[in-house]
């Protein structure tokens, strides 16, 4: 999992200054990405890891459709 803070923080600031439909749509993705990344933080690393590859891929390849 990648570190999304600086990213995130450009699309905030997009969002809040025009409103973009693309930043927003980002902004609910990065949302869903720390979801599971507070769900997986009890978790061993094997547990963790195979979490990681069922949920967060998911919202990765939203940003192709």
């Known amino acids: ?3 999304l803070a600086h990213p995130g923080r450009k ?7 025009h409103k973009c439909s693309l930043a927003e ?13 507070l769900e997986e933080a009890s978790l061993e690393d094997q547990e963790r ?13 939203e940003w192709y459709a």
Do not use: D, G, S
């Open 49 to 61: 890891q195979r979490v990681r590859q069922l949920k967060v891929r998911q919202p990765h390849t």
């Open 11 to 17: 699309f905030h600031e997009l969002w809040a200054n």
């Open 1 to 3: 999992m990648i570190c």
């Open 25 to 37: 749509h980002a902004l609910a993705l990065f949302a869903k990405q720390y979801e599971v990344k």
